[in-house]
């Protein structure tokens, strides 16, 4: 299967998990076609100064690979700066929140699965 990018399907999230501003989210993968392993593969953008506010993540683990900007995050409470090249993991039963910082937009891969 090959996904060109102008196929990929985008939401467009206000205040996401009680964060500041718009997170775009566009889908790589639909849930579907991960095998009932996951629920998200995704590039998301945060512009500078909005965030994904903190949540706990329940019968899962979710990635983010940092791919440029610049991301102040919280990592099961504690603060972190991650930037480009940078990975970080939330495990089933911890948390996390995104907020970006910098000059330039925050763009990242995630990818949710099942725990």
Do not use: W
Not at 65 to 85: H, R, W
């Amino acid at each position: 299967m090959i996904r060109r990018k102008s196929e990929y399907t985008a939401d467009i999230k206000e205040n996401m998990r009680d964060g500041i501003g718009l997170v775009k989210i566009e889908h790589l993968l639909k849930q579907e076609e991960m095998n009932e392993k996951g629920r998200l593969f995704a590039k998301i953008t945060v512009k500078p100064g909005d965030s994904i506010g903190f949540h706990v993540h329940e019968g899962e683990i979710e990635a983010f690979y940092i791919i440029c900007g610049e991301a102040e995050m919280s990592d099961n409470g504690e603060p972190v700066v991650l930037t480009a090249g940078d990975t970080i993991l939330t495990k089933d039963g911890e948390g996390h929140s995104v907020k970006s910082v910098g000059t330039e937009a925050l763009e990242m891969i995630a990818l949710i699965l099942f725990s």
